[in-house]
């Protein structure tokens, strides 16, 4: 949830066909923007499989429970976006990275839960084990206990993003977490807890007292053990309930849809595990679609 992609709002692009200007919208119409959108110098057969699947994965991940906007008549919202042809853009409000950010990371639980995959929390790689140009693992080390391990692996996914660290104003890092988007600076200020991106000095007084959060192990300086609020969030199961196959997309009315805000501005800063109820920041529940 630090990544770049949280602060995305514009939409994902599918030739869903729900706006009333894209009834003649296609995958081939969608290819075709998005090859001559590159200059012709995408790789053509890449973009037609993604074109073709795209329908597909929003109503997967919209069956997964991702609060896209709604039409008046309950089917996903769709935009002009990006030069299209048609108005075929997807969207959350203006949070539509968060929202399917949120909604990818609720299904990572939900697996981890049936037991599908593990977690490495404050894991750091430091090297990628490699023979003969091929790569058969990493190693890491633990932040906890500074334990390192190598890690063998038939295959190994590089999801890093790009050298976001070569740029001054970045939305990759604490620094710059540009208003409660990352929820990486949840510490305690003068006895309350709180992010501190969202804290004026100002009314802070004369005497400005910075602790980390209290009942967590201490790692590093401010940086605790999360531990408790990952058993925390997920002992609620914050993921969607459903078995149907995705074959086609949930009708919610625009009025159903309100409901939801409010519960997918999840953060995953911690604080809701301090000061429940004393400031808006909530754990995302599972909705029935």
């Known amino acids: 949830m630090r990544s770049h992609s949280v602060a995305a709002q514009g939409g994902i692009n599918a030739a869903l066909?729900?706006?009333?200007?894209?009834?003649?919208?296609?995958?081939?119409?969608?290819?075709?923007?998005?090859?001559?959108?590159?200059?012709?110098?995408?790789?053509?057969?890449?973009?037609?499989?993604?074109?073709?699947?795209?329908?597909?994965?929003?109503?997967?991940?919209e069956h997964w429970g991702c609060p896209f906007s709604r039409t008046d008549d309950g089917r996903i919202a769709q935009r002009h976006f990006g030069g299209g042809a048609f108005p075929r853009a997807?969207?959350?409000?203006?949070?539509?990275?968060?929202?399917?950010?949120?909604?990818?990371?609720?299904?990572?639980?939900?697996?981890?839960?049936?037991?599908?995959?593990?977690?490495?929390?404050?894991?750091?790689?430091?090297?990628?084990i490699t023979s003969d140009s091929a790569c058969y693992g990493v190693t890491a080390y633990n932040l906890r206990d500074s334990e390192i391990r190598a890690f063998p692996s038939n295959a190994v996914i590089i999801a890093t993003g790009g050298a976001g660290r070569i740029y001054l104003n970045s939305t990759a890092f604490r620094f710059s977490c540009r208003g409660s988007v990352c929820g990486s600076c949840a510490m305690n200020i003068n006895n309350g807890y709180r992010l501190a991106c969202e804290t004026r000095v100002e009314r802070l007084g004369n005497t400005v007292k910075i602790r980390p959060l209290s009942h967590m192990p201490i790692i590093k300086d401010l940086v605790v053990d999360m531990e408790r609020f990952w058993v925390h969030y997920e002992s609620i199961r914050p993921y969607l309930l459903s078995n149907r196959l995705p074959d086609k997309e949930n009708i919610i009315s625009p009025a159903e849809r309100k409901k939801l805000d409010g519960l997918i501005e999840c953060i995953l800063c911690g604080l809701c595990v301090f000061v429940r109820g004393e400031r808006g920041v909530y754990l995302i529940f599972a909705v029935k679609l």
């Not at 706006?19 to 012709?40: C, L, Q, R, V, Y």
């Open 90 to 128: 997807v969207y959350a409000a203006d949070r539509t990275g968060h929202a399917l950010l949120n909604t990818l990371y609720e299904q990572c639980i939900k697996a981890k839960a049936n037991g599908l995959i593990n977690f490495y929390d404050e894991w750091h790689v430091i090297s990628i």
């Open 17 to 61: 066909g729900n706006h009333p200007e894209s009834i003649n919208d296609s995958w081939e119409a969608h290819a075709m923007d998005t090859i001559k959108g590159g200059d012709f110098l995408n790789d053509q057969d890449t973009v037609a499989l993604m074109c073709k699947e795209a329908v597909e994965r929003v109503t997967g991940i």
